[in-house]
């Protein structure tokens, strides 16, 4: 931000105050720069720059950002330090987040009043993507509140995807009920286990019989690739909305449903 005299008489002095927000610096050395722009013939630009340093009042090892990742059904932890870096002590007061039926928490204190572990761990059976907040009260009147964000994102052993297979517009050429590419009838699902038991594909079983498939083994029980083509003799003009549906050993779920969109025109 910056603050300056706008008209400055012949001979006089003008002040330029700069200033930086530091609400969101997590502390260290900064560098910013500014340029001053005039009706001066010899020198109508002039650049300044401003060093400094942030210092916390508490810090929050290594971030006040918590991302948990893993598999479905996982509990999920990490360790963070508080560290008070002020003269006086630290006492925690309170400890409350707007998560609390997706995580546990727990709060030790490691040298009392100066530095205090938070142990963040996920509840039992969590599935997909989750996040909030953990809140610290304390004593500090330089920082009353200490906000820690958790993002949580957890993923399927077994990953299919794209879960719908967009064909898009499909001409009809003019040459007799050929189309231009057959590049533009091809898809391809990825069937990948990320670990646990072999995957193995039993069936696929399509809702038509404009849908052709056939099965690419790139690491037996771990990787495939479905390779999904549209029978062009027997497209017809209009909406296209079918689905193919992929049969698995995969006891979680042993049928995933993939949909299959596009338009004849």
Same mark, same amino acid.
């Given at each position: ?22 609400? +969101? ?85 490691? #040298?009392?009043?100066?530095? +205090? ?132 050993? +995969? ?12 338009? #004849?025109?």
């Amino acid at each position: 931000m910056a603050s300056f005299d706008k008209v400055i008489a012949p001979g006089q002095e003008g002040k330029i105050t700069l200033s930086v927000k530091t609400n +969101y610096f997590r502390g260290g050395k900064f560098a910013k720069s500014a340029t001053i722009s005039s009706n001066d013939p010899k020198q109508p630009s002039l650049s300044i720059r401003l060093k400094g340093e942030v210092k916390e009042y508490i810090s929050v090892k290594p971030s006040s950002r918590v991302y948990l990742t893993g598999f479905d059904g996982d509990i999920l932890s990490k360790r963070l330090k508080i560290i008070n870096h002020q003269d006086s002590p630290l006492n925690i007061t309170h400890i409350e987040s707007d998560i609390d039926d997706k995580i546990n928490y727990e709060l030790k204190p490691i #040298v009392e009043g100066k530095e +205090y572990q938070l142990i963040v761990k996920t509840r039992a059976e969590l599935k997909g993507k989750n996040g909030g907040k953990i809140t610290l009260t304390t004593n500090s009147e330089k920082k009353p509140k200490i906000e820690i964000r958790v993002n949580i994102n957890f993923r399927d052993e077994l990953i299919i995807s794209p879960s719908t297979l967009h064909f898009g517009n499909i001409p009809i050429a003019t040459k007799p009920d050929k189309l231009p590419t057959k590049l533009r009838l091809t898809k391809h699902i990825m069937v990948s286990k990320e670990r646990g038991d072999p995957v193995k594909i039993e069936k696929l079983k399509s809702s038509s019989d404009i849908i052709h498939t056939k099965i690419e083994t790139k690491e037996e029980g771990k990787k495939y690739f479905i390779i999904v083509t549209l029978d062009e003799d027997k497209l017809k003009k209009g909406l296209i909305k079918e689905t193919l549906e992929i049969h698995t050993n +995969y006891k979680k779920r042993p049928v995933f449903k993939i949909n299959v969109n596009g338009k #004849v025109i």
